[in-house]
């Protein structure tokens, strides 16, 4: 579960409400290929994490949302975003303390 590189970031997106295919892909770092977003996109269904969604309509209309259990994981991901920030500080403050940096 979660292996693929892009697997949280795509959660964190869908965090908020459903998000259609090409939208995600317009969010997502310029070298994300199609292939690769479609690859994440199943395998997080699979693991029960999004659902996605098929509407009958012309064009036709999918999108993507975060599951029952993949709503829950957002405690996980905000964590992760705290401590990712306070990360960055430490590295930021550890660059600018280093004599070798200066």
């Given amino acids: 579960m979660l292996t693929g590189k892009w697997s949280m970031y795509i959660m964190y997106l ?3 409400a459903p998000v259609r295919f090409n ?3 317009r969010r997502m770092p310029e070298n994300m290929t199609h292939s690769t977003l479609s690859r994440q996109l199943k395998a997080l269904e699979k693991d029960g994490l999004i659902v996605r969604r098929v509407y009958t ?4 209309k999918v999108e993507y949302e975060l599951s029952e259990i ?3 994981f957002e405690k996980v991901l905000a964590e992760l975003e705290v401590w ?3 990360y960055i500080d430490f ?3 550890r660059q600018s ?3 070798i940096e200066k």
């Fill in 70 to 72: 993949g709503h829950k």
């Fill in 84 to 86: 990712g920030n306070e």
């Fill in 57 to 60: 309509e012309m064009p036709p």
């Fill in 91 to 93: 590295m930021h403050q």
């Fill in 14 to 16: 869908l965090k908020d």
């Fill in 97 to 99: 303390n280093d004599p």
């Fill in 23 to 25: 939208e995600l892909q």
